[in-house]
């Protein structure tokens, strides 16, 4: 007997058959769900099964986005009951998280690129689910703090091996779509914080919200820990990789560094990060401040906004990156560069009007366009990288957009506000997010940019 037929047989002795979901799942998956051949892939990761393990982890990241965002809905009770200022709320929604969530991402990336990474997922999304309840319970800025602290803490696991996966499982052609697909979390996440948050709060307090969105994320971990299965690297692109093959973290950076077109989409992702993060974070206090609105209606109106129209957004920019890219790669940029400067008109006027039915009307345009540039970018950024590269790649995207974007765009907002009340008094938070929204012309400009090296860039990874 030779020693690959040993090793097939030890395979189908250690494996499970899981029927769980209507899965079709190979005798020869290991029991800890590490596909470890192309022969067993082949098998395990049938259409069925892409479908079902994306749309986990999309269920994973809409579970992060509930429990980051939920403390948009939520800034003003909480601003009322603990006194706090503007600049302290926009610590607690911005820096607080994204110190942390940002900083250790990039050890837990680096984690994800020598080991397995759905059990990363798994105790990441335990962790943030467990703080996010501890979030209810705080009395004071501090322990509020903390709380969302250990969120941002939780939350850097899980981001960078997703994306690694869904890049193991999609190949090129179809990955902007998958990416998207993957990146509906933010919308869905946007959909139900607002919504169920706006309710409970107004019914049972900022405090019951907490809990509501907290919990479900423990049972969700219990599903990605029993059901996802790990496949090997490279896979979707016919590469092989082995574990020794992870290079250090200063090689990737250099390596994107010198890659000129994915410069532009860190850059661009960043900028777009930094004015979404400070527009999703204030726009219930502009909304409640400057039209009189309750924290249910808001919960509603910006879960159809951000929720149903930025779901649609946000998959179509995927779907005709990958559509047009076939004829013309550089439309995997210049899609989200158009749809950026489409919707900054619209933006501007939201802003403007004084008219409730109105600015929510015009506000629908950039709901529908601003989230264009996930998929493009993500898919992208796992592209340009090397195989063992991607969870780490992912992760100083991320870093980068949420150090500036996350930690501060809302701070920045918080910061105008006070600064221009003086002169505006409560209408201080419109033109807050009004100077913010100018930064979008400079977005638009890198994804611009990153369409003159992006066929080069990607004929050299292929090589």
């Known amino acids: 007997m030779t020693a690959a037929s040993v090793a097939a047989m030890k395979v189908r002795l250690r494996c499970p058959t899981d029927r769980a979901e209507g899965l079709h799942v190979n005798r020869q998956t290991p029991s800890h769900s590490e596909i470890t051949t192309p022969e067993a892939a082949s098998e395990v990761l049938t259409p069925e099964y892409r479908r079902y393990a994306l749309f986990l982890l999309f269920l994973v990241f809409t579970s992060s986005h509930v429990d980051r965002q939920i403390l948009a809905i939520l800034l003003e009770p909480i601003k009322h009951e603990l006194a706090l200022s503007d600049t302290q709320l926009g610590f607690l929604s911005g820096i607080a998280f994204a110190i942390f969530y940002a900083t250790l991402g990039i050890p837990m990336a680096m984690w994800a690129d020598r080991s397995n990474r759905r059990n990363l997922i798994t105790l990441a999304l335990a962790t943030w689910s467990g703080m996010t309840v501890l979030c209810g319970m705080a009395a004071n800025f501090w322990q509020l703090a903390l709380a969302r602290i250990g969120v941002g803490v939780g939350e850097a696991g899980s981001t960078p091996p997703s994306h690694s996966i869904i890049a193991d499982m999609y190949p090129p052609n179809e990955r902007a779509r998958a990416m998207g697909t993957f990146s509906l979390g933010i919308n869905c996440g946007l959909l139900i914080g607002f919504s169920v948050g706006g309710w409970v709060n107004q019914w049972y307090g900022w405090r019951a919200a907490f809990w509501v969105v907290g919990a479900p994320g423990l049972l969700l971990a219990v599903l990605v820990r029993y059901t996802l299965h790990e496949p090997p690297r490279g896979y979707a692109e016919g590469r092989q990789s082995v574990a020794h093959e992870a290079p250090s973290l200063g090689s990737v950076v250099r390596y994107m560094w010198s890659t000129p077109s994915l410069r532009h989409i860190v850059a661009g992702a960043t900028l777009a990060s930094f004015v979404g993060y400070g527009v999703v974070l204030w726009l219930p206090s502009f909304l409640i401040r400057s039209h009189g609105l309750q924290s249910g209606t808001i919960g509603m109106l910006l879960a159809l906004g951000f929720g149903v129209f930025g779901a649609v957004g ?150």
């Open 314 to 463: 946000t998959f179509m920019g995927g779907q005709l990156a990958d559509r047009l890219g076939q004829k013309d790669i550089r439309w995997n940029v210049w899609v989200v560069s158009i749809a950026i400067l489409l919707a900054l008109p619209f933006t501007v006027a939201f802003y403007l009007t004084a008219d409730t039915s109105t600015a929510l009307a015009i506000g629908v345009i950039p709901a529908l366009l601003g989230g264009a540039y996930l998929g493009p970018s993500f898919a992208l950024n796992q592209g340009l990288v090397p195989v063992r590269m991607r969870s780490v790649a992912s992760a100083i995207i991320l870093f980068v957009a949420n150090i500036i974007g996350l930690g501060l765009g809302p701070q920045t907002v918080g910061i105008l506000s006070d600064l221009f009340s003086a002169q505006y008094g409560s209408e201080s938070l419109r033109y807050a997010l009004l100077t913010l929204a100018c930064v979008n012309v400079w977005t638009a400009g890198h994804y611009f940019l990153a369409g003159r090296t992006l066929g080069a860039d990607l004929k050299k990874i292929s090589q």
